[in-house]
Protein backbone atom coordinates (compact mmCIF):
# COMPACT_ATOMS: atom_id res chain seq x y z
CA UNK A 1 0.00 0.00 0.00
CA UNK A 2 1.43 3.28 -1.01
CA UNK A 3 2.97 5.28 2.32
CA UNK A 4 0.69 8.37 1.59
CA UNK A 5 -2.71 6.23 1.24
CA UNK A 6 -1.87 4.40 4.42
CA UNK A 7 -1.46 8.16 6.20
CA UNK A 8 -5.14 8.91 5.20
CA UNK A 9 -6.42 5.62 6.33
CA UNK A 10 -4.83 6.39 9.63
CA UNK A 11 -5.95 9.82 9.50
CA UNK A 12 -9.52 8.51 8.96
CA UNK A 13 -9.32 6.20 12.27
CA UNK A 14 -7.74 8.69 14.46
CA UNK A 15 -10.77 11.32 13.53
CA UNK A 16 -13.68 8.65 13.25
CA UNK A 17 -13.28 6.69 16.67
CA UNK A 18 -17.05 5.12 15.89
CA UNK A 19 -14.84 2.78 13.34
CA UNK A 20 -13.95 0.88 16.44
CA UNK A 21 -16.14 2.66 19.39
CA UNK A 22 -18.95 1.08 17.67
CA UNK A 23 -18.33 -2.44 17.38
CA UNK A 24 -16.88 -2.61 20.85
CA UNK A 25 -19.95 -0.95 22.67
CA UNK A 26 -21.83 -3.75 20.21
CA UNK A 27 -19.98 -6.64 21.89
CA UNK A 28 -20.54 -5.16 25.54
CA UNK A 29 -23.85 -4.72 25.15
CA UNK A 30 -23.74 -8.52 23.97
CA UNK A 31 -21.31 -9.57 26.93
CA UNK A 32 -23.04 -8.15 29.91
CA UNK A 33 -26.77 -8.90 28.27
CA UNK A 34 -25.55 -12.50 28.16
CA UNK A 35 -24.17 -11.79 31.82
CA UNK A 36 -26.63 -10.38 33.15
CA UNK A 37 -29.29 -13.14 31.76
CA UNK A 38 -27.04 -16.22 33.00
CA UNK A 39 -27.06 -14.80 36.28
CA UNK A 40 -31.12 -14.22 36.28
CA UNK A 41 -31.79 -17.40 35.17
CA UNK A 42 -29.85 -19.44 37.68
CA UNK A 43 -29.06 -23.09 37.41
CA UNK A 44 -30.39 -24.87 34.14
CA UNK A 45 -31.57 -28.12 34.58
CA UNK A 46 -33.10 -29.72 31.38
CA UNK A 47 -35.76 -32.28 32.85
CA UNK A 48 -38.07 -35.81 31.80
CA UNK A 49 -35.17 -36.10 28.88
CA UNK A 50 -36.21 -40.23 29.87
CA UNK A 51 -39.88 -39.40 29.02
CA UNK A 52 -40.37 -41.11 25.55
CA UNK A 53 -42.69 -37.85 24.29
CA UNK A 54 -39.53 -35.83 24.53
CA UNK A 55 -37.27 -37.97 23.89
CA UNK A 56 -39.45 -38.88 20.29
CA UNK A 57 -39.26 -34.58 19.90
CA UNK A 58 -35.73 -34.79 20.54
CA UNK A 59 -35.16 -38.30 17.49
CA UNK A 60 -37.05 -36.59 15.24
CA UNK A 61 -34.82 -33.47 15.12
CA UNK A 62 -31.93 -35.07 13.96
CA UNK A 63 -28.95 -36.92 15.42
CA UNK A 64 -27.12 -33.08 14.39
CA UNK A 65 -29.92 -31.07 15.95
CA UNK A 66 -27.16 -29.31 18.72
CA UNK A 67 -24.45 -29.32 16.40
CA UNK A 68 -27.13 -26.71 14.11
CA UNK A 69 -28.15 -25.02 17.38
CA UNK A 70 -24.53 -24.15 17.98
CA UNK A 71 -23.58 -22.91 14.99
CA UNK A 72 -26.85 -21.36 14.57
CA UNK A 73 -26.35 -18.89 18.23
CA UNK A 74 -22.89 -18.35 16.55
CA UNK A 75 -24.07 -17.13 13.61
CA UNK A 76 -26.81 -15.27 15.64
CA UNK A 77 -24.61 -13.28 17.72
CA UNK A 78 -22.67 -12.05 14.07
CA UNK A 79 -25.70 -10.47 13.02
CA UNK A 80 -25.81 -7.97 15.38
CA UNK A 81 -22.72 -6.59 14.40
CA UNK A 82 -23.56 -6.48 10.49
CA UNK A 83 -26.13 -4.19 11.86
CA UNK A 84 -23.81 -1.57 13.42
CA UNK A 85 -21.81 -1.94 10.41
CA UNK A 86 -24.83 -0.30 8.34
CA UNK A 87 -25.44 2.22 10.71
CA UNK A 88 -21.59 3.43 10.89
CA UNK A 89 -21.52 3.27 7.28
CA UNK A 90 -24.01 5.38 6.98
CA UNK A 91 -22.94 8.02 8.80
CA UNK A 92 -19.32 8.03 8.34
CA UNK A 93 -19.78 8.32 4.53
CA UNK A 94 -22.82 11.17 4.52
CA UNK A 95 -20.05 13.18 6.98
CA UNK A 96 -16.62 11.90 5.70
CA UNK A 97 -16.33 14.67 2.69
CA UNK A 98 -18.71 17.20 4.13
CA UNK A 99 -17.13 17.58 7.75
CA UNK A 100 -13.72 18.83 6.35
CA UNK A 101 -15.62 21.78 3.82
CA UNK A 102 -17.56 22.84 7.34
CA UNK A 103 -14.65 23.73 9.87
CA UNK A 104 -12.67 24.83 6.21
CA UNK A 105 -10.05 22.03 6.45
CA UNK A 106 -10.75 21.16 3.20
CA UNK A 107 -8.60 24.09 2.14
CA UNK A 108 -5.39 22.90 4.31
CA UNK A 109 -5.67 19.45 2.58
CA UNK A 110 -6.10 20.35 -0.78
CA UNK A 111 -3.00 22.39 -0.41
CA UNK A 112 -0.93 19.08 0.32
CA UNK A 113 0.55 16.83 -1.92
CA UNK A 114 -2.43 14.57 -1.78
CA UNK A 115 -4.77 14.43 -4.64
CA UNK A 116 -8.62 14.52 -4.69
CA UNK A 117 -8.86 10.59 -5.69
CA UNK A 118 -6.16 9.36 -2.72
CA UNK A 119 -8.16 11.21 -0.31
CA UNK A 120 -11.81 10.13 -1.34
CA UNK A 121 -10.67 6.79 -2.17
CA UNK A 122 -9.04 6.47 1.59
CA UNK A 123 -12.54 7.30 3.15
CA UNK A 124 -14.46 5.21 0.74
CA UNK A 125 -11.97 2.14 1.71
CA UNK A 126 -12.61 2.85 5.26
CA UNK A 127 -16.44 2.79 4.77
CA UNK A 128 -16.42 -0.66 2.77
CA UNK A 129 -13.69 -2.30 3.68
CA UNK A 130 -12.17 -1.07 7.41
CA UNK A 131 -15.37 -0.84 9.16
CA UNK A 132 -16.76 -4.42 8.17
CA UNK A 133 -13.15 -5.53 9.21
CA UNK A 134 -13.08 -4.44 12.46
CA UNK A 135 -17.12 -5.40 13.08
CA UNK A 136 -15.82 -8.52 11.29
CA UNK A 137 -12.87 -9.27 13.85
CA UNK A 138 -15.27 -8.04 17.29
CA UNK A 139 -18.08 -10.35 15.63
CA UNK A 140 -15.33 -13.37 16.10
CA UNK A 141 -13.67 -11.92 19.82
CA UNK A 142 -17.59 -11.86 20.82
CA UNK A 143 -18.62 -15.52 19.77
CA UNK A 144 -15.74 -16.93 21.69
CA UNK A 145 -16.30 -15.24 24.41
CA UNK A 146 -19.76 -15.51 24.47
CA UNK A 147 -20.02 -19.08 23.65
CA UNK A 148 -17.46 -19.76 26.39
CA UNK A 149 -20.04 -18.27 28.56
CA UNK A 150 -23.04 -20.34 27.46
CA UNK A 151 -21.16 -24.03 27.55
CA UNK A 152 -19.95 -22.65 31.12
CA UNK A 153 -23.27 -22.51 32.37
CA UNK A 154 -25.03 -25.38 30.37
CA UNK A 155 -22.19 -27.80 31.16
CA UNK A 156 -23.98 -29.27 33.91
CA UNK A 157 -26.89 -30.38 31.80
CA UNK A 158 -27.93 -33.72 30.45
CA UNK A 159 -27.74 -32.48 26.63
CA UNK A 160 -23.66 -32.16 27.12
CA UNK A 161 -23.75 -28.84 25.31
CA UNK A 162 -19.83 -28.16 25.62
CA UNK A 163 -18.61 -31.29 23.49
CA UNK A 164 -20.77 -30.03 20.58
CA UNK A 165 -20.04 -26.29 20.52
CA UNK A 166 -16.07 -26.62 21.14
CA UNK A 167 -15.79 -28.89 17.54
CA UNK A 168 -14.22 -28.20 14.52
CA UNK A 169 -17.72 -29.10 12.73
CA UNK A 170 -19.71 -26.69 14.45
CA UNK A 171 -16.95 -23.67 14.01
CA UNK A 172 -15.59 -24.22 10.84
CA UNK A 173 -18.94 -23.70 8.94
CA UNK A 174 -19.85 -21.47 11.70
CA UNK A 175 -16.33 -18.82 10.55
CA UNK A 176 -17.06 -19.76 6.58
CA UNK A 177 -20.05 -17.99 6.87
CA UNK A 178 -19.38 -15.15 8.98
CA UNK A 179 -16.57 -14.56 6.69
CA UNK A 180 -18.85 -14.98 3.83
CA UNK A 181 -21.27 -12.72 5.64
CA UNK A 182 -18.49 -9.76 5.58
CA UNK A 183 -17.71 -9.90 2.14
CA UNK A 184 -21.43 -10.00 1.08
CA UNK A 185 -21.49 -6.95 3.25
CA UNK A 186 -18.78 -5.40 1.96
CA UNK A 187 -19.68 -5.57 -1.82
CA UNK A 188 -23.03 -4.99 -1.34
CA UNK A 189 -22.65 -1.81 0.26
CA UNK A 190 -20.46 -0.14 -2.47
CA UNK A 191 -23.34 1.41 -4.59
CA UNK A 192 -24.90 3.11 -1.37
CA UNK A 193 -21.28 4.10 0.53
CA UNK A 194 -20.76 6.21 -3.25
CA UNK A 195 -24.28 7.58 -3.13
CA UNK A 196 -23.22 9.06 0.57
CA UNK A 197 -19.81 9.97 -0.79
CA UNK A 198 -21.21 11.84 -3.96
CA UNK A 199 -23.61 13.74 -1.54
CA UNK A 200 -21.13 14.47 0.99
CA UNK A 201 -19.10 15.98 -1.70
CA UNK A 202 -21.64 18.55 -3.01
CA UNK A 203 -24.21 19.55 -0.80
CA UNK A 204 -23.46 22.76 1.05
CA UNK A 205 -25.56 21.74 3.94
CA UNK A 206 -27.25 19.27 5.72
CA UNK A 207 -26.65 16.21 3.76
CA UNK A 208 -28.64 13.37 5.47
CA UNK A 209 -31.93 15.76 3.66
CA UNK A 210 -29.88 15.17 0.08
CA UNK A 211 -29.29 11.38 0.77
CA UNK A 212 -32.62 10.86 1.56
CA UNK A 213 -35.05 13.10 0.37
CA UNK A 214 -34.32 12.39 -3.52
CA UNK A 215 -34.75 8.86 -3.19
CA UNK A 216 -37.81 8.91 -1.33
CA UNK A 217 -39.38 11.57 -4.02
CA UNK A 218 -38.42 9.20 -7.07
CA UNK A 219 -40.21 6.16 -5.48
CA UNK A 220 -43.04 8.51 -4.61
CA UNK A 221 -43.06 9.60 -8.53
CA UNK A 222 -42.84 6.02 -9.51
CA UNK A 223 -45.31 5.11 -7.46
CA UNK A 224 -47.65 7.82 -8.69
CA UNK A 225 -47.27 7.26 -12.17
CA UNK A 226 -46.33 3.71 -12.67
CA UNK A 227 -47.87 1.91 -9.49
CA UNK A 228 -45.07 0.54 -8.82
CA UNK A 229 -42.28 0.84 -5.65
CA UNK A 230 -39.42 -1.05 -7.58
CA UNK A 231 -37.26 1.90 -6.72
CA UNK A 232 -38.30 1.47 -2.85
CA UNK A 233 -37.81 -1.72 -2.81
CA UNK A 234 -34.01 -1.43 -4.46
CA UNK A 235 -33.32 1.17 -1.96
CA UNK A 236 -34.46 -0.62 1.08
CA UNK A 237 -32.42 -3.65 -0.17
CA UNK A 238 -29.40 -1.28 -0.66
CA UNK A 239 -29.62 0.59 2.46
CA UNK A 240 -30.48 -2.31 5.05
CA UNK A 241 -27.62 -4.38 3.80
CA UNK A 242 -27.85 -7.50 2.32
CA UNK A 243 -29.47 -9.46 4.87
CA UNK A 244 -32.82 -7.13 3.90
CA UNK A 245 -31.83 -8.38 -0.04
CA UNK A 246 -31.69 -12.00 1.30
CA UNK A 247 -35.28 -11.76 3.33
CA UNK A 248 -37.38 -9.75 0.43
CA UNK A 249 -39.95 -11.16 -0.65
CA UNK A 250 -40.18 -14.55 1.61
CA UNK A 251 -42.97 -14.41 3.93
CA UNK A 252 -42.87 -14.80 7.58
CA UNK A 253 -44.98 -17.77 8.77
CA UNK A 254 -45.49 -16.86 12.65
CA UNK A 255 -42.50 -16.60 14.80
CA UNK A 256 -41.57 -20.47 15.47
CA UNK A 257 -37.76 -21.19 14.34
CA UNK A 258 -37.69 -24.40 12.80
CA UNK A 259 -34.96 -26.64 12.26
CA UNK A 260 -36.06 -29.91 10.87
CA UNK A 261 -34.89 -31.27 7.73
CA UNK A 262 -37.38 -30.63 6.12
CA UNK A 263 -37.67 -27.02 5.90
CA UNK A 264 -35.43 -25.34 3.70
CA UNK A 265 -34.21 -21.50 3.44
CA UNK A 266 -35.89 -19.04 1.72
CA UNK A 267 -34.89 -18.82 -2.33
CA UNK A 268 -32.64 -15.73 -2.18
CA UNK A 269 -31.21 -16.69 0.90
CA UNK A 270 -30.46 -20.17 -0.60
CA UNK A 271 -29.34 -17.72 -3.64
CA UNK A 272 -27.01 -15.29 -1.47
CA UNK A 273 -25.52 -18.56 0.09
CA UNK A 274 -23.94 -19.94 -2.94
CA UNK A 275 -20.90 -17.93 -4.05
CA UNK A 276 -20.61 -18.05 -7.28
CA UNK A 277 -24.11 -17.37 -7.76
CA UNK A 278 -24.38 -14.63 -5.67
CA UNK A 279 -21.13 -12.79 -6.69
CA UNK A 280 -21.49 -13.33 -10.33
CA UNK A 281 -25.22 -12.11 -10.01
CA UNK A 282 -26.37 -8.63 -11.87
CA UNK A 283 -27.44 -6.94 -8.91
CA UNK A 284 -23.87 -7.34 -7.07
CA UNK A 285 -22.36 -6.77 -10.49
CA UNK A 286 -24.58 -3.75 -11.26
CA UNK A 287 -23.73 -2.24 -7.79
CA UNK A 288 -20.55 -2.07 -8.25
CA UNK A 289 -20.93 -0.77 -11.73
CA UNK A 290 -23.03 2.34 -10.10
CA UNK A 291 -20.73 2.59 -7.07
CA UNK A 292 -17.68 3.19 -9.10
CA UNK A 293 -19.39 5.63 -11.04
CA UNK A 294 -20.85 7.33 -7.98
CA UNK A 295 -17.39 7.18 -6.80
CA UNK A 296 -16.00 9.17 -9.42
CA UNK A 297 -18.40 12.08 -9.32
CA UNK A 298 -17.52 12.38 -5.66
CA UNK A 299 -13.68 12.48 -6.79
CA UNK A 300 -14.57 15.30 -9.65
CA UNK A 301 -16.76 17.26 -6.92
CA UNK A 302 -13.83 17.33 -4.56
CA UNK A 303 -11.45 18.54 -7.20
CA UNK A 304 -13.60 21.25 -8.73
CA UNK A 305 -16.08 22.25 -5.79
CA UNK A 306 -15.23 25.69 -4.86
CA UNK A 307 -14.68 26.20 -1.70
CA UNK A 308 -13.69 29.59 -1.24
CA UNK A 309 -16.97 30.69 -0.31
Not at 168 to 191: D, F, K, R
Request: one cysteine or more; glycine letters at 8%; a negative charge.
Amino acid sequence: MNSSFAWLIRRELWESRAVWVAPAICGAILIIATLIGGLQVGEVRIANLADPAVAAKIEALGGDAIPRLSRLLLLAIAVPFYITVMFTQFFYALDALSSDRRDRSVLFWKSMPVSDAATVGSKFAVAVLVIPLVALAAALLSQVVLSSMVALKLSGTELEFTQHLWTAGTWLPAIGATLYGALAVILWSVPLVGWLLLVSAVVPRSPFLWAVLPPLAVALVEDVLFDSSYFIHLIAERTLGVFAAAFSGTEQVGATVRIGPEDGLPPRVEHLMQPVEFLTSADLLGGLVVGALLVAGAIWARRYRDDNG
